[in-house]
């Protein structure tokens, strides 16, 4: 339970492997992400203008409204990102969706294997492959996310964390931060 929370649209795809049960997840999504992204402004003004919590008591500004978030499920990936940006870049198109989700799940394959992971649990003589040699059980969480001033980002020593910071640091137009294992780069 979520106090003050708004829905987002989702499209699950996790082990959703029917071509035809893709198609008409991907298809309801993009009526759904048009209908959203539509009444976005709307949104915000019913419920942040004029709350009492300062972050969200704003004017409406489609880059730093947290209603822009859309997230997608895959099998090895957790997307969220902007709705609007998502139904552009798709042009409303479903099965443009489909085909870029289709690749990002081939390349963390891609990924995974030439890291020599393998997704079998059983070796070919039926003993048990070593776990740290098996895909990882949970899945890459790609968040896109406008950090505001005095955010704290917290992760453990096994994540990945890139910040982009939109405000200028001294002369440089953008700067990303990368950190990996506690150490930044």
Known sequence: RVSGGAEVPFLDLYQVTDGAE?????????????????????QHEKLHKG?????????????????????IMLDTMMLSLPASQILKGSGGNAERI?????????????????????KNTQKADRTAVDVKDTYPSRHLNIRYQRMFAGAFMGCTNKSLVILRLYKPLSRMKTCNFILHNNVFA
Request: charged share 20%.
């Open 22 to 42: 893709r198609q008409k997840r991907a298809q309801a999504y993009v009526k759904e992400l048009q209908a959203y992204v539509d009444s976005m402004e709307a």
């Open 98 to 118: 489909l085909t870029s989700a289709e690749a990002m799940e081939n390349m963390m394959h891609l990924f995974y294997q030439h890291k020599g992971l393998t």
């Open 51 to 71: 709350s009492k919590l300062a972050s969200v008591n704003c004017n409406y500004e489609e880059s730093g409204c947290i209603l822009g978030a859309s997230d």
